[in-house]
Structures are given as C-alpha cells and as structure tokens.
C-alpha cells in the first residue's frame, strides 16, 4: 500500500476557461524536500493549491496522510505559504503568529520559537501592514511553519529575501525535513533546485520530469540545471 504523505492521481484542474493541469499524477515523501521547479505559468501554484484543497478541482484526487485534500483532517496536516501575502495587515507580527499558533495547537512558546528562527524578533510590535516585502513574506512563512506540521506547502518562500536569510531559511527547512516533514517548495529560480532532495520539474501542467538533482543531471547529461532544464523542455517538444 503506497503510504507517502501526500499523493496525486489524475488530477485535472481548469482556471478561467484555460485546462493548467491535464491530469497530473505525483507524490511527496516524508522527510524529504521537493522542488517544485518550472517557469512562471506552468501550473505550480495551482498545483500547490489544489494539495491545499483550496482549488476547485475537475477531477482526481489528492490525499494527505489519507484524508482528501479540502476536509478538515488535511487542513490540521498542513502549514500552507501562498505566493501572495497572507498576513492580516493590522495586526502586529506577533498576533499573527500567535493566532496561528492557537488555531494549529502549537505547543506554548513555540510561536516565539519561530520568531527567532527567522529573524522577527525586532519586528514583533509593528502591524503587519508597514513591513517590507522580505519581512512580510518572512511573517508569512512563520505562520505556516507555527504548530509543526507534518506537511509543509511553500510557494516561492525566499522571493525579495536576501542571500544570508535565504540559506538561513534553508537551513531551517532542511532541519524540519530530517525530523520528518514532508516538504513541497515552488520556485522558478533553478539555483535553488540544488537544494532539494526530489525534484519535480513541470511546464504547460505536466511534469518533464522527476528525481534528485544528481538524477537530473545524469538524465540530460549536463551539470547546469537550467541547462538541464531547457534540454528536458527540448526532449518532451520532440
């Protein structure tokens, strides 16, 4: 019986009178980090939504830990980052935090825990709303990261962060993930695909391919994996 966390059939998924998902089939692993790598337009974020269960699906499932994506059982499995802000601009970077702390059951002092992982300890006080876009994607991450959830969703989570924060952040993923976390992150940024146990490289709502970044490269034959990249596009046009 296939027991990976989060799992992916035949999932079709229509936006706007546009097919972005033609019947998309994956999963993700525990203790592992996936990139979800592809350019802008390729179907990532719908795809991150659709395990959210916030996108309507037209057909497949998606599961996590079993439960169908959209009920209540998945909801208390996940920590979700959108690519759009998803902090409440009138409250303070704490009250945020601290609000998802109460509605994930994160254990006391967990909430100031992430705090000071990423870095918002100077920032508690001020509203949410007066931040720049590094520090509020940085808030938004804390969120999602608050009540340690087996399944973390991350869409474009280093976007306007600097270098130094980057590789912390990373760091701190890595860390979660050899406790156990399953991890999805998006990017369109490949240098970070090195980062990733698994990759999933996608374009047009189908996935050109997936394996380690050390699998990639064998595949194509290249140790670039934007070169990588453009040879797999190049491959599946043929």
Not at 29 to 41: E, H, N, R, W
Not at 103 to 112: D, H, K, L, Q, V
Not at 195 to 216: F, N, Q
């Amino acid at each position: 019986m296939n027991t990976a966390p989060v799992q992916v059939r035949d999932l079709r998924v229509s936006r706007g009178g546009r097919l972005v998902l033609p019947g998309l089939s994956t999963q993700l692993d525990s203790g592992t980090v996936t990139g979800l790598l592809g350019p802008s337009g390729s179907g990532k974020s719908t795809l991150i939504r659709s395990i959210a269960g916030v996108q309507r699906i037209d057909s497949g499932t998606v599961k996590i830990l079993g439960y169908p994506a959209g009920t209540r059982a998945a909801a208390r499995c996940l920590g979700y980052m959108t690519q759009a802000s998803s902090v409440y601009t009138d409250l303070s970077v704490r009250e945020n935090v601290a609000y998802w702390a109460r509605i994930s059951g994160a254990e006391r002092g967990e909430a100031e825990s992430v705090i000071e992982h990423l870095h918002l300890a100077s920032l508690v006080g001020q509203p949410a709303g007066r931040l720049s876009g590094g520090q509020t994607s940085r808030v938004a991450l804390a969120c999602a990261l608050v009540g340690n959830p087996p399944v973390l969703l991350l869409d474009e989570p280093t976007v306007g962060l600097d270098p130094v924060l980057r590789e912390e952040i990373w760091d701190f993923l890595r860390e979660r993930a050899a406790a156990g976390t399953t991890i999805l992150v998006s990017s369109h940024v490949m240098d970070e695909a090195a980062r990733c146990d698994k990759l999933l490289l996608i374009r047009h709502g189908e996935i050109l391919a997936t394996g380690s970044p050390d699998d990639i490269r064998k595949r194509t034959g290249v140790e670039d994996l934007d070169t990588a990249f453009l040879n797999l596009i190049k491959e599946h046009a043929a």
